[in-house]
């Protein structure tokens, strides 16, 4: 059974630039996997960032950006701040009327 | 402005059925550009997709689940709901309903998935 990956956690210094990837276990991500984001402070319910690879959702700043990165979604922030440290959940399209999200990220800014 | 929020009970028995709705509010539920999901979260861990519907006649399960799991739509009510039988301790979690809208993609020409607006999330916990 194929299983989306994420990384388990990670750092960026305030000000920093970090990219946090999306992938399979087995084969590579594409567009047609249309790769969303979700970011999630605790005891909330998550908040969209990003859709169809790299479409920011309402209000999301232009320093979060989404792209394919080799063989991986990627979600990419720019200028990190304290408040961006929580989870991020990417989510891919597997076929079949079916999705399936990685085990998130935890990122730590600091 | 749109709203989903759930109800349901937050304690179940081994065995017992587990039955959500989400009551859906500032859009028709009828709407063929949206469909309706259930994502769920066990403490401490990741999300998990449940399944969607749209309308009643368009559900889709994961596959997990797929033989416990029945979502519905109730028109009248634009209420959309969710029903796990036979659960065990590993179907505690808090259950979000969750809008799931559609975004045609020309360059791949398919149809790109969001679950755009959530529900705050009820708890439901199983013990015995």
């Known amino acids: 059974q194929t299983v989306v990956t994420q990384e388990p956690s990670f750092s960026v210094p305030p000000g920093g630039t970090v990219t946090l990837t999306c992938g399979l276990t087995?084969?590579?991500?594409?567009?047609?996997?249309?790769p969303s984001w979700y970011q999630q402070t605790p005891g909330q319910a998550p908040r969209t960032l990003l859709y169809?690879?790299?479409t920011r959702s309402s209000g999301v700043p232009d320093r979060f950006s989404g792209s394919i990165l080799g063989t991986k979604a990627a979600l990419t922030i720019t200028g990190a701040q304290a408040d961006d440290e929580c989870d991020y959940y990417c989510?891919?399209?597997?076929?079949?009327?079916?999705?399936?999200f990685g085990g998130g990220t935890k990122l730590t800014v600091l | 402005q749109l709203q989903l929020q759930e109800s349901g009970p937050g304690l179940l028995k081994p065995s017992e059925t587990l039955s959500l709705i989400c009551t859906v509010s500032?859009?028709?539920?009828?709407?063929?550009?949206?469909?309706w999901a259930w994502i769920r979260q066990s403490p401490g861990k990741g999300l998990e997709w449940i399944g969607s519907?749209?309308?009643?006649?368009?559900?889709y399960y994961t596959a997990s689940l797929k033989s416990r799991l029945t979502i519905s739509v109730d028109t009248s009510k634009n209420e959309f709901s969710l029903k796990l039988n036979s659960v065990t301790a590993a179907d505690t979690a808090v259950y979000y309903c969750?809008?799931?809208?559609?975004?045609?993609?020309?360059?791949?020409?398919?149809?790109?998935?969001?679950?755009?607006?959530w529900g705050r999330g009820t708890m439901v916990t199983v013990f015995s």
């Open positions: 087995t084969g590579s991500v594409s567009t047609t996997f249309y």
């Open positions: 500032g859009v028709s539920i009828t709407s063929t550009a949206f469909y």
């Open positions: 989510v891919l399209y597997m076929g079949n009327a079916t999705w399936v």
């Open positions: 169809n690879t790299n």
């Open positions: 519907v749209q309308k009643s006649e368009n559900v």
């Open positions: 969750v809008r799931q809208s559609q975004h045609y993609d020309f360059l791949t020409g398919g149809w790109a998935d969001v679950f755009d607006i």
